[in-house]
């Protein structure tokens, strides 16, 4: 089993910056893929960004291209969501997510259930 915990969400103005961290725990994740979403009050969860197990790749959702960058450190068991030029329609829970199936390098996986293992969620909110 693999535990994921995110922080680092939090209230910032429009314009601002924000890196959100996930930390796995009970199993290493350095080959799995991961998954960056979020959902907002009234909303389907949504895909945000991915990152390969190596952190080769990155992919992310046309709504945040540009703005947001995902990393990770495997050697500490976590990955990272750099989110910068925050807008207020990207207020909602972020949640990391891994994928821990057969996985093809150059597939993007968006869907929520393409993921195994799922944190609990943080809180962004961007205030006007």
């Known amino acids: 089993q693999v535990q994921l915990v995110e922080s680092g969400g939090g209230l910032v103005q429009a314009g601002g910056s924000l890196r959100l961290s996930c930390a796995a725990s009970?199993?290493?994740?350095?080959?799995?893929?991961m998954g960056w979403f979020r959902q907002a009050p009234g909303k389907e969860r949504e895909f945000v960004g991915g990152?390969?197990?190596?952190?080769?790749?990155?992919y992310y959702a046309d709504s945040v291209k540009g703005r947001f960058t995902a990393s990770r450190d495997n050697a500490q068991n976590t990955v990272f969501l750099q989110m910068n030029s925050l807008k207020p329609e990207d207020t909602a829970v972020y949640y990391c997510?891994?994928?821990?199936?057969?996985?093809?390098?150059?597939?993007?996986?968006?869907?929520?259930?393409?993921?195994?293992?799922w944190g609990q969620g943080a809180q962004v909110t961007v205030s006007s």
């Open positions: 997510a891994a994928r821990s199936r057969l996985t093809n390098y150059y597939s993007d996986y968006r869907g929520t259930n393409e993921y195994d293992y």
């Open positions: 009970g199993r290493t994740v350095n080959n799995y893929r």
């Open positions: 990152i390969t197990g190596s952190g080769g790749r990155t």
